[in-house]
């Protein structure tokens, strides 16, 4: 079955420093899709990665899959408070076919930003 | 839209007794997932369902009852309930698309 490591574990930063969190899969990806979670509430989809070298953005977050597709980099530009929650990475269980609702999550990365 | 909306919020417990989380959403979405999240293992699938009337295990799924007799509702059941249990449990619900949408959690304390 396909494993996600994420690191690091854990992160403290102050305000407005750069940051950056690596999601690597035990087997070849056949999507990554980052989240957020703020303590106490659901997970937020942030973006989804599928191509082999493959980057987007979503304001000052920029989330990359390497082109061996079994590593995933999200970093994040001039951190601010509102970015503080858990990190997570999440691929389908189901290697290389439709997910059909099955993910398979990283442990996650918990993100302080100090003001 | 309401979304996926999970009841209730928090529950405590005590050792073999029963209860059922709620899961409801309003999206029509086909695929239904429970997961549990605890402390430095991220999300992990207990049952899942790919619709009304089918339903497989995850891979935690002892312990753990689900059904699935409407699109909307997916309800999770501890038969007898363990300390182990102890975890936030989450639902969540996909389509096609890699976008799952996630209820706002059931803090679960097995005393």
């Known amino acids: 079955s396909q494993e996600l490591e994420q690191s690091p574990q854990s992160l403290i930063v102050q305000e407005g420093k750069n940051l950056t969190i690596n999601c690597t899969s035990s087997?070849?990806?056949?999507?990554l899709y980052w989240y957020k979670q703020k303590y106490g509430e659901g997970l937020i989809f942030l973006m989804m990665?599928?191509?082999?070298?493959e980057e987007k953005s979503h304001e000052k977050i920029t989330a990359k899959l390497d082109e061996k597709k079994q590593q995933s980099s999200l970093h994040i530009t001039a951190s601010q408070p509102s970015h503080a929650g858990i990190y997570l990475c999440?691929?389908?269980?189901?290697?290389?076919?439709?997910?059909?609702?099955?993910?398979?999550f990283g442990q996650g990365t918990i993100l302080t930003v100090h003001p | 839209n309401a979304g996926v909306t999970q009841t209730p919020k928090f529950q405590v417990l005590k050792t073999g007794q029963s209860m059922t989380l709620q899961c409801a959403q309003d999206?029509?979405?086909?695929?239904m997932s429970w997961y549990r999240q605890d402390p430095g293992m991220g999300l992990r699938l207990i049952h899942y369902s790919v619709g009304a009337g089918i339903t497989d295990q995850g891979e935690v799924p002892n312990g753990y009852n689900v059904s699935r007799s409407t699109t909307e509702d997916f309800p999770l059941r501890l038969l007898s309930a363990a300390p182990s249990q102890t975890s936030v449990y989450f639902c969540?619900?996909?389509?096609?698309?890699?976008?799952?949408?996630f209820g706002q959690g059931t803090r679960l304390t097995v005393v």
């Open positions: 990665l599928q191509k082999g070298g």
């Open positions: 999206m029509n979405h086909e695929y």
């Open positions: 969540a619900t996909m389509k096609q698309g890699p976008e799952a949408f």
């Open positions: 999440g691929a389908p269980t189901n290697t290389g076919g439709t997910s059909y609702g099955k993910l398979t």
């Open positions: 087997k070849t990806l056949y999507g």
